[in-house]
């Protein structure tokens, strides 16, 4: 019933639908379904892949990753998650070759497994990666995993509940030291255009590491462009430094250059 098209998605639904059953279901159904024209039966067989639970066809639903059914290449992403399949998503962010939703799917696979080793294996390669966009791509995930989701305990969701996310609770664990060493190390060296798009992504993921205020107001002494970024950080500090009042003064003035012609 698998083999055919028309009741194929239903079909390996029911193979993999009862949890207690999996480990005698045929894999080469599922895996042929992968490949399926129809939408509906690639999920479906993503879906019972997963219930399986065998990382060794990792690989193959990686193809799905970038799907061009959204609902598919979601599916492949939590399902890849679910697995822990952090070597077939690195071997697609690696290949430049693959399409850009393909790798992003990959790169959103990665950012939510917080595993000491794979945070280890984003910062090798974030060390040797020499492409501005890929390297902003490493710096977002290593953000992402910067905090994981603590423990509910009950008091954290109050009359005026935190929404902006990615956690709602968020919590350091044992990889934080070592993300936010590379992330100083980053910004500390960082200039304009580059810095401000730093800020913006520690700001997203609510990640300090060292003094970003402190970098900004120094880059801004020299560089008006970074003025407009100091103010919006200022904006939802806790205390302004005496020495950034000046800087915003300048700010209320500045008038951003032309765009070229």
């Known amino acids: 019933l698998a083999a055919d098209p028309t009741i194929a998605a239903w079909a390996i639904r029911a193979l993999a639908d009862h949890e207690a059953q999996v480990s005698t279901v045929p894999?080469?159904?599922?895996?042929?379904?992968?490949?399926?024209d129809d939408a509906r039966t690639r999920r479906e067989a993503l879906f019972a892949l997963t219930r399986v639970g065998d990382a060794r066809h990792a690989t193959a639903m990686s193809a799905l990753l970038g799907d061009a059914d959204p609902v598919v290449a979601h599916t492949a992403v939590q399902a890849l998650v679910r697995l822990r399949a952090a070597d077939p998503a690195f071997a697609v962010i690696d290949d430049a070759s693959v399409t850009a939703a393909r790798r992003l799917g990959a790169l959103q696979v990665i950012q939510a497994l917080h595993d000491e080793r794979v945070v280890d294996q984003v910062i090798n390669r974030l060390n040797r990666e020499t492409d501005a966009g890929r390297r902003q791509d490493l710096v977002r995930v290593l953000a992402r995993l910067h905090h994981i989701e603590?423990?509910?305990t009950g008091d954290s969701w109050g009359t005026r509940p935190d929404t902006r996310g990615p956690y709602y609770q968020p919590e350091r664990w044992a990889a934080s030291d070592r993300i936010n060493d590379v992330l100083k190390d980053l910004m500390d060296k960082a200039s304009g255009d580059e810095a401000v798009a730093l800020n913006e992504l520690f700001a997203l993921y609510r990640v300090t590491p060292g003094d970003p205020v402190g970098r900004l107001m120094q880059l801004a002494q020299s560089d008006d462009s970074i003025?407009?970024?100091?103010a919006l950080q200022l904006s939802t500090a806790p205390t302004i430094p005496p020495e950034a009042i000046p800087l915003l003064q300048r700010a209320l003035t500045w008038t951003p250059p032309p765009p070229p012609p």
């Open 150 to 152: 603590g423990p509910w």
């Open 227 to 230: 003025l407009p970024t100091l």
């Open 27 to 36: 894999i080469e159904p599922l895996l042929a379904g992968l490949r399926s």
